[in-house]
C-alpha cells in the first residue's frame, strides 16, 4: 500500500455540484508520472458527471501551488521514448482540461513553476494570492516549455510568454500574471482568495451548464489540434531530457 505523505496524492471531493480535486507531492507539489494520469483521469470523470457542474482545481499546503515536473522522475529518463512517455503525461491533463465541458476554477495559493504555469493557463478561470509568483524554468535545464507552450500562450500572448520562456530563472509577480491573463483576479489573503474562488464555483453551480459549455466551446476555439500538438511537443521535450546536457544539468541540481 502507498503512503500518500512519501508518493503524494490526488483526491477528489464533490458537494452541491462542485467537485474539488486537490493534488499533492512531498517534493513541493510536484508532478511525476503517476499524479498527472491520476490527474488527467480525475478530471474526466468530473467532467463527465452529469451532477457536476464546475470544477476547483487546488493543491495542499500553502507555498506551492506546484513545482512543475518531478526531478526525481526526470533523473530516471535514459532515452527519449521514455521522456516522450513522461511529457505527454502533460500533455494528457493539459487536454483533459482543455475538453472538460465544465469550467475550472484554479486555486493558485503559492508559487508555479514550469508545469505548474501549464496547469494555471489550462484552468479556464484562476484566482491567486499574493505570493503566486511564476517561473519557467526549463530552459535553465536544457528543455524547454514545449508542452504546457500552448495553453501558457494562449492565456498571455507570444511574447509575455517569450519573456517567461527565454529568462528561465526570473520569477515574476502574482500582479504581473494578473496583468498579462494568466491570474483573473490577485487577492491579499488566501482567506480573501478562498472567498471569491467559493463565491464563483456558487454562482457557476446555480447556471445554466447547457450554456457554460457551449461558452467553454467558444472560449477554446482555435485548439482542436491540440491532442496532435501537445504529443508532438511531447517528443521533442522527450528527446531533449535524454540529452547528456539535460542530464548533467539535473544531477547537478539533485546535488544541491
Known sequence: MSDPNKDGFV???SHQSITTIEFFHPQSNSL???ILEDLAHAIHVAGNNPEIKVIVLRSKGD????????FEELSSIKNKEAGKKFFSGFA??????RKCPKFIIGRIQGKCVGGGVGLAAAVDYAIAAEGAEI?????AIGIGPFVIGPAVERKIGSSSFAQLAIDATMWRN??????????????????EMDESINRLAYTLAHSSATAMHELKKILWKGT????QLLMERAAISGELVASEF???SIASISKV
Not at 63 to 70: E, I, K, L, Q
Open 32 to 34: 511525476p508520472g503517476k
Open 174 to 191: 502574482a500582479d504581473w500574471a494578473r496583468r498579462k491573463g494568466l491570474y483573473a483576479e490577485v487577492h491579499p489573503s488566501v482567506l
Open 246 to 248: 539535460t542530464r548533467n
Open 224 to 227: 482542436e489540434n491540440w491532442d
Open 135 to 139: 517561473k519557467l524554468s526549463e530552459l
Open 11 to 13: 483526491k477528489t471531493e
Open 92 to 97: 494528457h491533463v493539459i487536454n483533459e482540461m
Open 63 to 70: 507555498r506551492v501551488f506546484c513545482s512543475g515536473a518531478s
